[in-house]
């Protein structure tokens, strides 16, 4: 009964439901606070989800097979980059139009149509950013596999039966998991860190786990004559188990230390810290910042700079590698992290107007207040909420100046042109 249940069907999409529950769950533990990457993690793990109902009950309902591409254009629509005028637009415009498009397709199955024509109009967005990006390669690659992914999303939804319903499936999972890896590479590339060992740790510790699990499943459907449906559905528990808790591992430790451990203890940061630089430790990059064209640079110190707070994030900067750092460092990623955090602290001090004190607020003083400020003391000057009965006069005094008198898109660009300065100083010295 076993070899008739298990099937090159059944075992293809058993595949494809684990590796795009893993590679979902894989971009949304690499970096939770991009919007980009959730949207496009939850949008697999969706398809896994139609997977399942598939592999459960033959079928899948349409709104769960189009979540992932509702997802998907979230997430193609915040890859635009940030100088494109019209990005908050479309972000805005999707955020709003997610549920009345979900409402409409349970209404009639044919306002699909529409989602797929949104689809496409992002194929053109994904090429009009190619040709400005130095990702030209990747983003035409992610452009291609949007198309067929497009297509492949109308021939399942639309009932017009043109192909095999397994087949059109089938396209889809592919163009999905090409989708995935192409935006998981995209990532690596603008964080400027290493993806293969990172992706491949993740990947085996996953699928290992997750078939020791399936594996006795499977051995005691054998002891006991047959795969019913309590079994199947099982079997699939038990691989999104063993994968989902193995990609987001960092975050069940979390759990644990939290229920083991006192709240605030010494130990609960300890172990979080020591987890974050053990996460870290395989992205490290081997890139040789020598070899880095001026623009470039500046956009990976631009990057370092935002993460001078985080040493186990700044570690992960091709930064890192340059002779200064590797020079007054012990050799190891987290020294190497610190000294890039001081230099950078040096290079930063080096904006502030000579035979000054204090605070200041005319042109000479922006970039040093829209680096030193946010990023050395961590003043966060549109924050909602801050707790200003914690900070100085003079922290108030600057929070204040930075809301009332620097609107925040003025901030990101001084603090885009500080960052070049930043970079020039790194170069020369």
């Not at 397994?166 to 999972?173: R, S």
């Not at 000479?364 to 990023?375: C, D, G, M, Q, V």
Request: aromatic share 12%.
């Amino acid at each position: 009964m076993i070899a008739m249940q298990l099937t090159w069907t059944l075992g293809t999409q058993l595949f494809f439901f684990a590796f795009t529950l893993w590679l979902g769950a894989y971009l949304i533990a690499r970096n939770s606070k991009k919007a980009m990457l959730r949207l496009a993690g939850l949008g697999l793990v969706c398809y896994a989800l139609t997977l399942a109902s598939v592999i459960l009950w033959s079928e899948a309902p349409a709104l769960l097979t189009l979540l992932p591409s509702l997802l998907w254009i979230g997430a193609l629509l915040h890859l635009l980059p940030d100088d494109v005028t019209i990005r908050k637009w479309l972000v805005d415009i999707w955020a709003v139009a997610l549920l009345p498009a979900m409402m409409l397709v349970i209404l009639n199955v044919w306002f699909a149509l529409l989602i797929v024509i949104a689809m496409l109009g992002c194929v053109g967005l994904v090429m009009f950013s190619a040709s400005r990006s130095r990702f030209k390669n990747t983003l035409a690659v992610l452009a291609l596999t949007v198309l067929f992914f497009s297509l492949s999303t109308g021939l399942l939804i639309v009932p017009l039966n043109w192909f095999a319903r397994d087949w059109t499936l089938f396209l889809l999972g592919l163009d999905l998991i090409v989708l995935g890896l192409v935006i998981s590479v995209w990532d690596a590339f603008d964080e400027g860190e290493e993806l293969r060992w990172h992706i491949a740790r993740s990947f085996l510790s996953s699928f290992y786990y997750a078939g020791a699990l399936g594996v006795m499943v499977i051995i005691a459907a054998a002891v006991d004559g047959g795969v019913t449906f309590g079994k199947l559905l099982l079997f699939i528990g038990v691989i999104a188990f063993g994968i989902v808790t193995q990609t987001f591992a960092d975050a069940v430790q979390w759990l644990m230390d939290r229920s083991a451990f006192a709240r605030g203890s010494a130990l609960n940061t300890q172990r979080e810290y020591l987890r974050e630089v053990i996460d870290v430790l395989p992205r490290l990059p081997s890139l040789d910042p020598a070899t880095l064209d001026e623009a470039e640079f500046a956009r990976l110190t631009r990057r370092a700079i935002s993460a001078l707070s985080d040493l186990p994030k700044l570690a992960a900067s091709p930064l890192t590698n340059l002779p200064l750092v590797v020079k007054r460092s012990d050799g190891s990623p987290l020294d190497r992290a610190r000294v890039l955090k001081m230099i950078l602290g040096e290079s930063i001090e080096r904006l502030k107007p000579q035979g000054q004190n204090g605070f200041g607020t005319s042109d000479e003083w922006r970039f040093y207040n829209a680096l030193y400020f946010p990023y050395v003391r961590g003043l966060k000057p549109y924050a909602r909420r801050s707790d200003l009965d914690s900070l100085d006069d003079s922290s108030r005094q600057v929070l204040e100046w930075f809301r009332v008198s620097v609107p925040e898109r003025t901030l990101h660009n001084w603090q885009n042109a500080a960052a070049k300065l930043v970079a020039e100083d790194l170069r020369s010295r």
